[in-house]
Structure formats: structure tokens, C-alpha cells
């Protein structure tokens, strides 16, 4: 859609964009086409869309013949994309927040449990988005989103610039910047740029880097629970040193969080910044399992 046509809608519809509700709408077909590319969709994929809005990715999304499956929660927006998309077989709409609604009841609407989440999110609720759709099942295969530059860059980042955002996201599955996406590309313009981002989730109880590491027994005691306990303490004052961190938080002498830490095969001074989601692994080894 162009943005005279977004305009007008906006218009028409006595719509005041909401920054809170994370209102702004594509008009960029060149970002369009390369969401879909990313996507990828395959015969048995199945499509669940956070915020259609004017419906500008749902309509391509729906040309692929896939089942669609939107979710919008502000009903001015409602009653125009029903309107719009009026008879569409392979489409639904569910009206609600996303946040609300379980998993289950999503995947179940899809009739499959293998579905892709696609979406240009809405940016004020990205983080709890991402929480839910990768630590609850049943999970997406695949999320294709666009979020804020910032964000993306974030999540993607390598030791040295690592934070419990990349850890968590690095834990469930592979993601990919695919392309920054300029904040001219929608309407109203946001005050920064976007990126679409890939995450493919893995289909495995733990990340590989574990079970590359593990003991058959270490693999069948390992507690999701206390990986993050872990992880929370290693940030818990991200400027001090890793070591400091774990001796205060799992209340062992420094001499003791030393001599694991080497065990681990990592340098005394270094900080949670600087590890990888294979250095937690070998951190939780020596500290928890
Ligand atoms: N996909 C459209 C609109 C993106 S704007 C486009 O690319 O042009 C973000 C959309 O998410 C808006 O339609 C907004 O109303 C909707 N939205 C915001 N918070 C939501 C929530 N909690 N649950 C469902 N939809 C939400």
C-alpha cells in the first residue's frame, strides 16, 4: 500500500495512530517482498500474523494459499481487515491481544502445531512477544519479524557484546539479521530504524552446544530453571567481573569460583558479556550439574 492510500485509511477510520499499540504501517514493497522471502513458505506451513493492520503483509501472506491465522486487538482495525478480507478461506481472525491468548488455542486454530510466526510486531511488547512464542510450547517453527534496529542487533550479537536478551534468544534457536529496514519505510515513521529478523527455533530439548558438552546423565538432569538462575547471577552487575558475580550469588569463595571457572575453560577476568551460549554450558557443568 502506498502512503497516500495508508493516509487515507487512517483517515477514514478515525484512527490516531497509537505508539503504544506499536501502529506503524508498512508502505514499503520492497520490505514486503523480502519478508515473504524470508518467510519462505513452504506447503505445510501455516502462518500465525501478530498485528495486521491494514492487512498489508496478511494480503501476501493469503496470496500464498496457506492457512492465515491474524491476531489484532484494536477493533477499528478489526472491523476494516473483516470487511477486507470477507470470504477468504485460508484466512482468520482472531480480535484480542496476543499476549493474552495461550499458545495452545493459537496452534489450535491453526490445526497445526507447525506454524510460522510472521509479523512486523508491534515494538512497545517485542521483548514479552519473544518470551512467549520461544520458551512456551507449543512454539513456532520459524519467526520472521520485523523489530527495532537496536533490538535486532542486539539479540544477534557475539561474545564481547552479549546480554540475557542474546543469551535467551541464542538458547531457542538460530537467529539472523536479515536486513535493516529504513524508518522511511513506514507510516507514521517511527523514531528509528527496523530490521527483519529470522529466528529458526531448534526442535531439540536442549541447544546443541549443550549436548555437544554433556554427559548422558548431565542431559537427563539438566533444569532449564537453573540455567537461567545462572545466567541472571552472571549478569546480576554486568561491569563487574564474572567471578565476582557468582561467588556473591551462589555464595562460594572466589578461590572456588577460580578454580571452576578454569575447569570451564575460561578466563578469571572475563564478564557475562563475554561469553557464548557454549561458555554457559560449560559454566553450568562446573557450578550446577
Ligand atoms: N502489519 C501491519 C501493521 C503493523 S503495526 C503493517 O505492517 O502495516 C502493529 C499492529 O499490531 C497494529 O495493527 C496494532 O493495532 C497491533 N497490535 C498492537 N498490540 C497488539 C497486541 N497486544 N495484540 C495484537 N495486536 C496488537
Redesign the pocket.
Known sequence: MSIDEIKKLINDYGLKP?KG??????IDDNVLAKIMATADLSPEDYVL??????????QELIKTGKKVLS????TR?VFYIKRKFKGVSNWELLE????KIKNEQLAEKLGSKKYKLV????Y??TKPILQKFLSYDPKPREMVI?VQKEVAEKIVAKPGEMSILAISVQYYGQPQLINIVSKES?FPVPKVDSAILQIVLRQTDIPAEFSQIFTQIQIQNYQEKRFWQLVKIGFSSPRKQLQNNLANGLKITNAEVKNRLEKAGLQELCRAQDLSLLDWGNIYQQFIA
Open positions: 497509537s499499540k506499536g501502529q506503524n504501517f508498512l500474523e501478530i498485528g495486521p493492520g491494514f492487512g498489508v503483509l496478511t491476531v489484532e486487538l484494536d482495525l484480542g491481544d496476543i499476549l509479523a512486523n510486531l508491534p512497545a511488547i520485523l513506514f
